[in-house]
């Protein structure tokens, strides 16, 4: 996993991004996802920031999978309605002076 003492940011690679965005947004230049990793795994309501920052997750506290293994990445009807709210924690990153933040969303 990243190591947040390093300040690294969370990202889906590169190519992923290139090839499977864009992403509807839900609030300017934010988007929730569900991300495939290399074992197949789905994990649905991501939160990432444009272009490709994860910067959360719905219901959890710190990031479930090494980003770097997405091998894919698409919405679904129920991400492009699925919307944050106070209960969301946004992860600690080097724009994000807090170790962790809730954030709010209309």
Same mark, same amino acid.
């Given at each position: ?28 230049? &934010? ?9 197949? $795994?789905?994990? +649905?309501?991501?939160?990432?920031? @444009? #272009? ?20 894919? &990445? ?9 919307? $944050?709210?106070? +209960?969301?924690?946004?992860?600690? @990153? #080097? ?12």
């Amino acid at each position: 996993m990243n190591d947040l003492n390093k300040q690294e940011y969370f990202q889906i690679p590169e190519d992923v991004f290139d090839r499977d965005a864009p992403f509807d947004e839900f609030k300017q230049d &934010v988007s929730i996802v569900t991300v495939v990793v290399e074992e197949e $795994t789905e994990f +649905s309501g991501v939160l990432v920031l @444009h #272009p490709n920052y994860i910067i959360g997750m719905k219901g959890m506290k710190s990031i479930p999978f090494e980003p770097s293994q997405i091998v894919r &990445v698409y919405q679904t009807e129920e991400d492009q309605k699925m919307r $944050t709210d106070q +209960s969301w924690t946004i992860w600690n @990153h #080097p724009w994000n002076t807090n170790t962790e933040r809730q954030i709010q969303t209309q």
